[in-house]
C-alpha cells in the first residue's frame, strides 16, 4: 500500500495531513489521488460513504488551486448542509498550511447576505448544496468563469432529492474548459444522463462492485407481523445495550411516532424529520455526535449527508421502495473499515423488496431470529459483568465513604450482596421479558409474497394501512387507474402508499398508508371530482374493513357485464361506517 507522500501531494498538503494523523490512503484515494493530480479525463467514483471521499477529491482539488489567484477555482456539490459543513471542515484542514487558499461554504437555512460577503472577500474553493449555489449564480454573486475543478459529491442522493434541474442549470452555466469529477455510491439513469451530457470522456474507478454494499456490512433480516414491529426495535435496542444506531422510517409522521415511544420507553433516542426546523435539527444532530443519544430515528431525507462515524447498527423499521434507497441507509454503518450490521425488520409481504435488495447488492440476507425474553435477560447480564470487570477501582476517592459503606453491608455476605446489586441492575428486564412471547414468524420461502403463497387478495389483512370509504364509484366511471392518479394529483400526499382498493357501484374502499392518514384527511376535505365534492369515511373497525374487500354479490338484473352492488342486498348508506367523515 502506498503512502501519502508516494502519491505525488504538493509538501503543504503532506505537512498537513501529517499534523491531522492522516498515514495511508484507503482505497478509493489510493486510486483517485493520482488520476486526478495527472489526468486530463473527467473521473466517475463509485464509492459508499465513509470510504475517504473527501480527502480523494479534496486533496488534488487543493493541489491543483493557484493560491495567488483569488477567484473561484473549485466548486463542490453536496446533498445537504450537514455534508456541506463537514466538507468544508475537512478542505480546511487539508489547507491549513496553504495560506493564502480561502474556503466558503453556502447553504440554505442561513444568511445569504453574510454568504454573499464571504464570497466578495474573495474565495478560491466553495461548498455547496445545489439550491443555494444556484441562487448565488442567478443573483451574479458566484462566478464560475474561472472554474476549473467541479466536483459533484454523493450525486446519487442530490438527485434523489430533486435537485436534477439545479444541478443541470449549475453543469450548463460552469466554465466548460473545467474537469467535472462525480462521486456516487450507486450508478442510475440519470447519473449516466449527467456523464454523457456534462462529462468529457469520464474514467470510472469503483472500491467495490457498482451498487454493491460494502463488505463490511452484515445485512440481517426478522420476520414479524406488522403489530409487532415496534417490540422488534426494542428486542434489538436491549439485546444490544452497546448499539449506536439508526432506525430509518417512511414518513416523517411514523419517525416522530417510533421516537416518542422510545422515549418514553426509557430510551435516549430522537427523531430527525423534515418538520424540525434548523436550530431543533442541529440540537439533534449534535446530541447524537456527542453520543447524547443512543438512537435516532430518521427519515431518508433528512438523514441524508448524515456524516456521523462509528454508527453500529442500521434498523429498517420499513424497508424502502427503491432498492437504492436500502443501499444508502445500510452505508450509514460499516465505515472506513469498521464493522457493521443492517437488520431489516420485515413481514411477509415483504418477500420482493428483499429479493429486489439481495440483487442489487449482490449478497443474501442473514435470516435470524429475534431474540426471545430470555435472551434478553441473559444479553443484559453479560453486558452488566463486562462492565464490571472494565470498570476501574478508585480506592482513592473512595476512601472517605468506605467506612460508611463497609459498616451498611456488613450483614451481608457476598452471594447476598451480589444478589442484591445485580437485582437493581437486571430486574426490570427480569419483569419485563418473564412473560415475553416470541414474536418472530417463519420467513417466506420461494417466491415470498408472491400470488400463490399469500391467498386470495380479497381475503388478505393488510395491518400497514388505513381504510377509507369513498364516495365515488362504478356509476362515476373511476377504476382503479383513475382513481391512483387523483390521489397522486394532491400534492400534500403524493406518492403516498396506496394497499388494496375495490370499486363498488356507488363507493370505493381503498387503502392507504396509515402513517400519513393526516395529510390525506386534510387533501381529501377539498376534494372535487368533475365538479362533484367527493365525501370520504374512514373504517375505524378492521373486520368491517376487510368485508369491505370481500367481492360483492352479482346484481342479477344487471346482466353478465355489470357492475357491482355495494354491500350486498343491503344498500350503501353514507356515514354508517362508524368512522372519521370528510
Not at 409487532?228 to 416523517?252: E, M, N, S, W
Not at 397522486?488 to 402508499?497: A, D, F, H, L, V
Amino acid at each position: 500500500m502506498a503512502t501519502f507522500s508516494e502519491l505525488g501531494l504538493r509538501p503543504e498538503l503532506l505537512s498537513a495531513l501529517q499534523s491531522i494523523g492522516f498515514e495511508t490512503p484507503t482505497p478509493i484515494q489510493e486510486e483517485a489521488i493520482p488520476k486526478l493530480l495527472t489526468g486530463e479525463r473527467d473521473l466517475i467514483g463509485l464509492a459508499q460513504t465513509g470510504t475517504g471521499k473527501t480527502a480523494a477529491f479534496g486533496l488534488p482539488l487543493l493541489d491543483n488551486i493557484e493560491d495567488d489567484f483569488y477567484h473561484v477555482q473549485a466548486l463542490v456539490l453536496c446533498p445537504t448542509r450537514e455534508l456541506c459543513l463537514q466538507i468544508t471542515s475537512d478542505i480546511e484542514k487539508f489547507s491549513a498550511d496553504m495560506r493564502n487558499v480561502k474556503t466558503v461554504a453556502v447553504y440554505g437555512g442561513a444568511s445569504i447576505g453574510v454568504q454573499i460577503k464571504a464570497l466578495q472577500k474573495g474565495a478560491q474553493v466553495v461548498i455547496g448544496t445545489p439550491g443555494r449555489v444556484l441562487d448565488l449564480v442567478n443573483r451574479g454573486k458566484l462566478k464560475l468563469e474561472n472554474l476549473s475543478t467541479l466536483v459533484l459529491d454523493e450525486a446519487d442522493e442530490m438527485l434523489n432529492m430533486g435537485f436534477k434541474d439545479d444541478l443541470d442549470a449549475i453543469l450548463s452555466t460552469a466554465r466548460e474548459e473545467r474537469r467535472t469529477w462525480l462521486f456516487s455510491a450507486t450508478i442510475s439513469q440519470e447519473i449516466a444522463r449527467i456523464a454523457k451530457n456534462y462529462m468529457h470522456d469520464p474514467e470510472e474507478i469503483a472500491t467495490a462492485a457498482k451498487n454493491s454494499s460494502s463488505a463490511n456490512i452484515t445485512h440481517q433480516v426478522c420476520t414479524v407481523h406488522a403489530r409487532d414491529k415496534y417490540l422488534a426495535i426494542r428486542r434489538i435496542l436491549d439485546a444490544h445495550p452497546d448499539i449506536f444506531g439508526i432506525v430509518f422510517c417512511r414518513t416523517k409522521a411514523e419517525t416522530q411516532d417510533i421516537a416518542d415511544k422510545l422515549i418514553r420507553d426509557g430510551y435516549n433516542s430522537d427523531a430527525l424529520h423534515g418538520d424540525l426546523n434548523q436550530n431543533q435539527r442541529d440540537v439533534v444532530m449534535r446530541r447524537y455526535r456527542d453520543k447524547s443519544l443512543q438512537v435516532l430515528v430518521a427519515t431518508d431525507v433528512a438523514a441524508r449527508g448524515l456524516d456521523v462515524k462509528e454508527v453500529t447498527h442500521v434498523i429498517h423499521y420499513q424497508l424502502p421502495d427503491d432498492p437504492e434507497v436500502y443501499v444508502h441507509r445500510s452505508g450509514r454503518t460499516g465505515r472506513a473499515g469498521s464493522s457493521g450490521v443492517s437488520i431489516a425488520i420485515a413481514h411477509h409481504r415483504d418477500g420482493r423488496k428483499l429479493r429486489s435488495i439481495e440483487h442489487l447488492i449482490k449478497k443474501p440476507f442473514e435470516h435470524v431470529d429475534l431474540p426471545k425474553g430470555d435472551q434478553v435477560v441473559e444479553a443484559r447480564a453479560k453486558h452488566w459483568v463486562t462492565e464490571i470487570l472494565n470498570t476501574e477501582s478508585n480506592e482513592e476517592s473512595l476512601s472517605h465513604l468506605w467506612p460508611i459503606i463497609d459498616s451498611g453491608l456488613a450483614e451481608l455476605d457476598k452471594t447476598e450482596l451480589l444478589h442484591r446489586v445485580a437485582g437493581m441492575a437486571l430486574q426490570s428486564y427480569i419483569d419485563e421479558y418473564k412473560s415475553a412471547h416470541d414474536i418472530n414468524q417463519p420467513a417466506q420461502k420461494g417466491r415470498g409474497g408472491d400470488r400463490d403463497d399469500r391467498g386470495p387478495r380479497e381475503s388478505r389483512g393488510s395491518g400497514e394501512f388505513a381504510v377509507f370509504k369513498i364516495s365515488l364509484g362504478a356509476k362515476d366511471r373511476i377504476n382503479k387507474g383513475s382513481l391512483m392518479k387523483e390521489i397522486n394529483r394532491m400534492r400534500s400526499i403524493k406518492g403516498i402508499e396506496i394497499g388494496k382498493i375495490r370499486i363498488h357501484e356507488d363507493h370505493t374502499i381503498l387503502e392507504l398508508d396509515k402513517y400519513r392518514s393526516k395529510e390525506a384527511f386534510n387533501s381529501f376535505k377539498r376534494w372535487n371530482y368533475f365538479g362533484k365534492k367527493v365525501f370520504v369515511d374512514q373504517l375505524d373497525d378492521r373486520e368491517s374493513a376487510d368485508k369491505s374487500f370481500s367481492r360483492p354479490p352479482r346484481d342479477k338484473n344487471r346482466g353478465g357485464g355489470g357492475g357491482y352492488q355495494g354491500g350486498g342486498k343491503k344498500k350503501h348508506r353514507k356515514g354508517n361506517s362508524g368512522g372519521k367523515r370528510y
